[in-house]
T-cell receptor, first 115, second 118 residues
Framework: QKEVEQNSGPLSVPEGAIASLNCTYSDRVSQSFFWYRQYSGKSPELIMSIYSNGDKEDGRFTAQLNKASQYVSLLIRDSQPSDSATYLCAVKRGPRRGGADGLTFGKGTHLIIQP | GAVVSQHPSRVICKSGTSVKIECRSLDFQATTMFWYRQFPKQSLMLMATSNEGSKATYEQGVEKDKFLINHASLTLSTLTVTSAHPEDSSFYIC??????????????FGPGTRLLVL
């Protein structure tokens, strides 16, 4: 089982609509969750972080976390063509002995906003 | 947001040579930096954690003698790809961890270095 799973898409959404991106993770002790946006050929840029169950809103973006279901989602309201990118879900792993302490990324969902 | 720079942005080298990539946090101090690698159409894979003043911690399957990491100061980490081969061609991205108190922390990514080994 992959540690962080995302539907690779492409996910096509009309301009102005809500884009919904989903992610599941396998490590139950994970505590920190992040959404990054990556344009082609560029490095990821942070959109949101979420640590507690429930919703967290920031402008047009809402992150949702359900630790019982091991599920994280990102909603983008009023989608714009500039939102077209690959969205990466990242999970900070639980503590482990002797291991590196970084993020585990999903493969990303390619989002296309149609004008 | 915090700014992380990388240099060079792109490098082409011959097989067997060594390449050094620098990662700098410009407006904050980072006791911990991370090195990732991304192959085409793949996600970012963590290679190692770079800790200021101590040895780096490598992910399973990453050769520490091939990918030398030095975290000499609170704002600089370097990754040296030794004796590079074509299969090392990839997009290398560093990140620096900014601690915000409590359990809040965020990794800010550099712009990446695209390595092509001929």
């Amino acid at each position: 089982q992959k540690e962080v799973e995302q539907n690779s898409g492409p996910l096509s959404v009309p301009e102005g609509a809500i884009a919904s991106l989903n992610c599941t993770y396998s490590d139950r002790v994970s505590q920190s969750f992040f959404w990054y946006r990556q344009y082609s050929g560029k490095s990821p840029e942070l959109i949101m972080s979420i640590y507690s169950n429930g919703d967290k809103e920031d402008g047009r973006f809402t992150a949702q976390l359900n630790k019982a279901s091991q599920y994280v989602s990102l909603l983008i309201r009023d989608s714009q063509p500039s939102d077209s990118a690959t969205y990466l879900c990242a999970v900070k792993r639980g503590p482990r002995r002797g291991g590196a302490d970084g993020l585990t990324f999903g493969k990303g969902t390619h989002l296309i906003i149609q004008p | 947001g915090a700014v992380v720079s990388q240099h060079p942005s792109r490098v082409i080298c011959k097989s067997g040579t060594s390449v050094k990539i620098e990662c700098r946090s410009l407006d904050f101090q980072a006791t911990t930096m991370f090195w990732y690698r991304q192959f085409p159409k793949q996600s970012l894979m963590l290679m190692a954690t770079s800790n200021e003043g101590s040895k780096a911690t490598y992910e399973q399957g990453v050769e520490k003698d091939k990918f030398l990491i030095n975290h000499a100061s609170l704002t600089l980490s370097t990754l040296t790809v030794t004796s590079a081969h074509p299969e090392d061609s990839s997009f290398y991205i560093c990140s620096a961890r900014l601690l915000a108190g409590g359990r809040g922390e965020t990794q800010y990514f550099g712009p990446g270095t695209r390595l092509l080994v001929l």
